[in-house]
T-cell receptor, first 111, second 117 residues
Framework: QKEVEQNSGPLSVPEGAIASLNCTYS??????FFWYRQYSGKSPELIMSIYSNGDKEDGRFTAQLNKASQYVSLLIRDSQPSDSATYLC???????????FGQGTRLTINP | GAVVSQHPSWVICKSGTSVKIECRSLDFQATTMFWYRQFPKQSLMLMAT?????????EQGVEKDKFLINHASLTLSTLTVTSAHPEDSSFYICSATRTGPRNYGYTFGSGTRLTVV
């Protein structure tokens, strides 16, 4: 079982709709959870970080964490073509512990 | 704040030569740095974790004698790919973080595209 699992997609969503990305993790001791966006040939850029159960909203993005079920999700509202990218879920044990990535979900927003 | 500079951004080398990649934290002291490798259409795979002044901890399957990591200061870590071969061609990315009273997250470098010919 992989440490962090995502549906690799591709996920296709019409412009203006909500894109929903999901991620599960195996280590119950995980403390820190991140969503990164990566454009082809570029380094990942942080979209959201979440550390406690519940929802965290930042603009069009909402991260949801459920530690009991060991999943974390990312919702993108009012999806734009510029949101088309690969979205990486990453998990760590907190502090300065190693960050482990899922395989990424390729998202395409169709105009 | 929290900027990590990675150089070079791309490099082409001949098979059998060595290549050094630098990762610098510009405005914070990085107690821990991580090195990742990413092959086309795949995710980031952690190669090793380095703490300042200590030997790096390598992930399973990563050859420590081939991928030399040095973290001699709180602002600089280097990855040297020794005796590079075409199968080492990949996108190498460093990341830095620090210990402290709060969650500082991870700051990524811009990556190095290595092509071995």
């Amino acid at each position: 079982q992989k440490e962090v699992e995502q549906n690799s997609g591709p996920l296709s969503v019409p412009e203006g709709a909500i894109a929903s990305l999901n991620c599960t993790y195996s280590d119950r001791g995980s403390q820190s959870f991140f969503w990164y966006r990566q454009y082809s040939g570029k380094s990942p850029e942080l979209i959201m970080s979440i550390y406690s159960n519940g929802d965290k909203e930042d603009g069009r993005f909402t991260a949801q964490l459920n530690k009991a079920s060991q999943y974390v999700s990312l919702l993108i509202r009012d999806s734009q073509p510029s949101d088309s990218a690969t979205y990486l879920c990453a998990v760590s044990g907190g502090g300065a512990q190693k960050l482990v990535f899922g395989q990424g979900t390729r998202l395409t927003i169709n105009p | 704040g929290a900027v990590v500079s990675q150089h070079p951004s791309w490099v082409i080398c001949k098979s059998g030569t060595s290549v050094k990649i630098e990762c610098r934290s510009l405005d914070f002291q990085a107690t821990t740095m991580f090195w990742y490798r990413q092959f086309p259409k795949q995710s980031l795979m952690l190669m090793a974790t380095s703490n300042e002044g200590s030997k790096a901890t390598y992930e399973q399957g990563v050859e420590k004698d081939k991928f030399l990591i040095n973290h001699a200061s709180l602002t600089l870590s280097t990855l040297t790919v020794t005796s590079a071969h075409p199968e080492d061609s990949s996108f190498y990315i460093c990341s830095a973080t620090r210990t402290g009273p709060r969650n500082y997250g991870y700051t990524f470098g811009s990556g190095t595209r290595l092509t071995v010919v």
